[in-house]
């Protein structure tokens, strides 16, 4: 238990701390107006309380991520403690209050125009490329999940609850943010944060047993896959996720202060952590042994069973909201981003509905072409476009500080951290080239050598023509 005891403290620890840090870093100018006024238009630029835009920022980013990925991680060992801690303070809270700030110092852009201000036009559109397939992905993926699971509960066929869902995304995404997302978020935010608590609760009070460091770094997974790239993979949310990005601009069109960015950006990603540390355990304690854990089935039925035997009814009713209520919000708001992504990219407003609904019916028209390709393979391909857009998040951010004269190796350790992750991965996945381990590890350091040398090659250039 002292682990995951220490491993809560340090994540405090690390938004009172190193949050802080990065804030100055970065110097917010709290008397600066934010796009939320300066451009105030109804529908995506609306001024809104620090509370309610952390509970949105939070459940865009969270839905069941930090559940599904944490019950999935924990398979590897104590290790996946470790990833939390680390990755979330340092990379994912990092990574998500800067892209959140960059986007609202230049007025709510998307990312993909971000990264291609920092990185080039190249850059640009490539990232215009992979986050409008990620959040279709997404999108889809978090209609497919919560779909099945209602066809499970009701007796009702996947397809009709697929297509009511898929309404509901259709007005949440055209539809002004305060009227759907401004108003259910918050509730179901609340409602993610209690289960989380009670989960808590029963870790503490209940018997079973609980990861330690002292059990050792070495993988559990009951398949003998490797800790490394796996793990920081399989849990992106509560350590660091691409598709944060793609939401912190959002909020950045509601905040009132560059003041509420910390506790909004990086608080978010905090609480994120929080919940995957708490799920992580649970998960564990209830299952007994790592073996068992992945006996039960998928990360959806685990929730199910540690709620309903844990809590009762009132569980129940949580666990209901976990793995059906939760994925529907972070779809609603992927296919929300990728409308603005659009329409920054071609210059539209989005103050006529008529533009909106225009932007948005080929995105679902793709979605429901989607739907009929198999589940795995599409989680799959999710998973590693996330960390790789999250790879290219950190190089633009750090980019950005080099060229504004900031502490720049904040950034630059995640995002070498993050190449390593991402181009090994691909080498061994079953999905990529499935090349053995090793190799693929040796590959992808050499790649981020490679990566690193250019970028303090760029730094000599950048410094001698700002001499000139």
């Not at 898929?166 to 305060?178: D, E, F, N, Q, R």
């Not at 708001?333 to 990728?338: I, K």
């Not at 210059?347 to 793709?366: E, V």
Request: hydrophobic share 55%; with cysteine.
């Amino acid at each position: 238990m002292y682990t995951f005891c220490l491993s809560l403290a340090c994540l405090v620890l690390g938004y009172v701390f190193y949050g802080a840090l990065v804030e100055r870093v970065f110097g917010i100018e709290p008397e600066r107006k934010t796009p939320a006024y300066t451009k105030t238009d109804g529908v995506d630029y609306t001024p809104m309380s620090r509370w309610r835009v952390f509970l949105i920022q939070f459940l865009n980013i969270a839905g069941t991520g930090p559940i599904f990925g944490a019950i999935m991680g924990i398979q590897f060992g104590p290790s996946a403690y470790l990833w939390i801690v680390l990755g979330c303070i340092f990379i994912g809270a990092f990574h998500d209050y800067m892209s959140g700030m960059i986007s609202l110092r230049k007025d709510g852009l998307s990312l993909p125009e971000v990264l291609g201000d920092e990185l080039g036009t190249g850059v640009r559109y490539l990232m215009r490329l992979l986050s409008m397939v990620l959040l279709v992905l997404v999108g889809t993926v978090f209609v497919v999940t919560p779909a099945d699971l209602l066809a499970e509960m009701t007796g009702i066929a996947p397809l009709i609850w697929f297509f009511i869902i898929l309404v509901y995304y259709l007005l949440a995404t055209m539809l002004p943010i305060s009227t759907l997302i401004g108003r259910l978020y918050p509730v179901f935010g609340l409602s993610l944060l209690l289960m989380a608590v009670l989960a808590c609760y029963g870790i503490f009070t209940l018997d079973g047993p609980v990861p330690e460091l002292s059990d050792g770094l070495r993988s559990f997974h009951p398949k003998g896959l490797p800790v490394f790239p796996m793990l920081c993979i399989t849990i992106a949310c509560g350590a660091v996720s691409g598709f944060h990005g793609t939401q912190s601009p959002i909020m950045s069109r509601c905040l009132q202060t560059e003041r509420d960015g910390r506790f909004v950006f990086y608080g978010a990603m905090i609480t994120e952590g929080i919940v995957a540390l708490i799920w992580a355990a649970a998960a564990i304690k209830f299952a007994g042994s790592y073996e068992h854990l992945a006996e039960l089935g998928t990360p959806a039925v685990v929730v199910h069973m540690v709620c309903n035997t844990w809590f009762g009814r009132v569980g129940a009713v949580l666990a209901v909201l976990g793995v059906v209520a939760a994925p529907i919000t972070s779809g609603d708001t992927a296919f929300r981003s990728a409308r603005l992504i659009i329409a920054d990219m071609l210059h539209i407003s989005q103050k006529p509905f008529g533009k909106r609904f225009l932007i948005a019916i080929p995105m679902f028209l793709i979605a429901i072409g989607l739907r009929f390709i198999d589940f795995n393979v599409l989680w799959r391909y999710f998973a590693w476009t996330n960390q790789t857009l999250a790879c290219a998040t950190l190089w633009a951010v750090t980019i950005w500080m080099v060229r504004r004269h900031k502490l720049y190796w904040m950034g630059l350790l995640p995002s070498l951290f993050m190449t390593v992750v991402c181009s090994t991965y691909i080498l061994t996945a079953p999905e990529g080239f499935r090349l053995p381990w090793l190799p693929s590890l040796i590959a992808g350091i050499t790649l981020t050598a490679i990566a690193g040398i250019a970028f303090f090659m760029w730094i000599m250039n950048f410094k001698t023509n700002n001499k000139k």
